[in-house]
Nanobody
């Protein structure tokens, strides 16, 4: 079993930055994929990016490429999402998730955090 807890959300002006954290506990397999999703009101949950837990290789969705960076601290079993140049359209609840498969659909991931709200004002 894996438990995930997000933190770091808040209110920021457009153009600003935020860093989200996802603290993981429990048994995290080296082959696991850690991901960030987001969900805006009235919209489906959207893939943001992922990191391979062991290699650190990352992949990002086009809307955030060049602005967001995912990293992880294996010793602390924590994943981060550094968000720069934030836009009002980045406003959403951000979720971290983990699972054994590389995928961009939410159903592929077994474990989820509770979510943290990010609001970007114009």
């Amino acid at each position: 079993q894996v438990q995930l807890v997000e933190s770091g959300g808040g209110l920021v002006q457009a153009g600003g930055s935020l860093r989200l954290s996802c603290a993981a506990s429990g048994r995290i397999f080296s082959s696991y994929v850690m991901v960030w999703f987001r969900q805006a009101p009235g919209k489906e949950r959207e893939f943001v990016g992922r990191i391979m837990w062991t290699s650190g290789n990352t992949y990002y969705a086009d809307p955030v490429k060049g602005r967001f960076t995912i990293s992880r601290d294996n010793a602390k079993t924590t994943m981060y999402l550094q968000m720069n140049s934030l836009k009002p359209e980045d406003t959403a609840v951000y979720y971290c998730a983990a699972g054994p498969s590389i995928a961009s659909r939410p159903g592929a991931y077994n474990y989820w955090g509770q979510g943290t709200q990010v609001t970007v004002s114009s």
